[in-house]
């Protein structure tokens, strides 16, 4: 399913070796965008369509990143596959670069738009995991929610209808945050095996020294480090203490134990904080138009006033008062 190319319409003509740009696309449903703002290697934007179809024959560019911002259906095809998704609030579809898809949709669909450069990729992959371009690639992924991604199109749409000094370094700065993130947890070798697998030797042999000072030092950092990304992984659905004991392999008593002792908060507390923020970005990126109650159900609470009442603590404010 890709929230994405909604409306973007490619000339079906381009040359295979030359894919178009996702910014050369129709803009008639584009509400918000970081065009000619100056940003070299991420853009944002929001787009609202109508039922209709799209097809990037040969794909886009740059790799395409796209958070539902409210309810739908719509069907992809891609590599000879067919996947039909219900929409909500805050699915992430991942496109990467020179990817060839179409996709198909019966009803109204809000989304926004993230765009990243592969130069750029290529470059945070060759500096932070010593990875050359030949040696990994993205996936064509789709996931319920993934409060990294949601954050940062939150932040990039408040930054877009601010327009305020500094606005470019501020993107650059979530362009590198983005692309370490999509390696971590969209990409792999260019092989098919996981992405730790790429190393080489030396590489692997300083994860091995690094693994065996984790072990000295005790399980308590990677433990916790597990369990926050399993919260964050799965924040939209009930997630109860068990759940993440059982996700790292520890009892509930000692997981509890540990993440008080390094956040400062209970893991429920933690796991409120999470879908209060990712609530908020989707509201900063577009969703403000939704229903409340679709948002709230969308992150996890059971309803609007659950919503409204950790919002307001947390925040200060109330949904309703951070709607664009």
Not at 101 to 122: C, G, H, K, Q, Y
Not at 211 to 216: A, K, N, P, V
Not at 225 to 243: G, M
């Amino acid at each position: 399913m890709s929230l994405g190319a909604y409306d973007a319409v490619f000339d079906a003509e381009s040359p295979a070796d030359e894919p178009p740009s996702f910014s050369d696309s129709r803009l008639e449903a584009v509400r918000v965008t970081s065009r000619g703002l100056g940003w070299p290697v991420l853009n944002f934007e929001r787009r609202d369509s109508p039922p209709s179809s799209r097809s990037l024959p040969h794909g886009s560019r740059e790799h395409l990143i796209f958070v539902s911002l409210g309810t739908g259906r719509i069907v992809r095809e891609s590599s000879d596959e067919r996947v039909e998704t219900d929409l909500s609030p805050g699915y992430v579809t991942v496109v990467p670069s020179r990817t060839p898809v179409r996709w198909t949709w019966s009803t109204n669909i809000s989304v926004a738009v993230l765009t990243l450069e592969p130069v750029f990729l290529d470059r945070v992959a060759k500096d932070v995991f010593s990875l050359k371009p030949r040696h990994y690639r993205l996936v064509l992924s789709e996931r319920s929610n993934d409060a990294a991604i949601t954050n940062i199109a939150g932040v990039l749409s408040r930054e877009v209808m601010r327009g305020e000094p500094g606005g470019r370094l501020y993107a650059e700065s979530l362009a590198n945050i983005l692309a370490v993130h999509l390696l971590r947890n969209y990409a792999q070798c260019a092989d098919g095996r996981v992405l730790e697998a790429c190393a080489t030797p030396e590489e692997t042999a300083q994860t091995v020294l690094k693994d065996e000072m984790l072990g000295r030092m005790g399980s308590h950092p990677r433990a916790v480090a597990e369990a926050v990304r399993f919260i964050q992984e799965n924040y939209s659905r009930d997630v109860s203490l068990n759940d993440i004991a059982e996700a790292v392999h520890l009892s509930p008593f000692h997981v509890a134990r540990l993440i008080k002792q390094a956040l400062g908060v209970s893991p429920h507390q933690y796991l409120i904080q999470v879908r209060v923020n990712s609530a908020r970005s989707l509201l900063e990126a577009g969703s403000g138009e939704r229903s409340l109650a679709e948002i709230a159900s969308a992150v996890g609470f059971a309803d609007q006033s659950h919503l409204t009442r950790h919002f307001k603590r947390l925040l200060g404010v109330t949904p309703k008062q951070l709607r664009p």
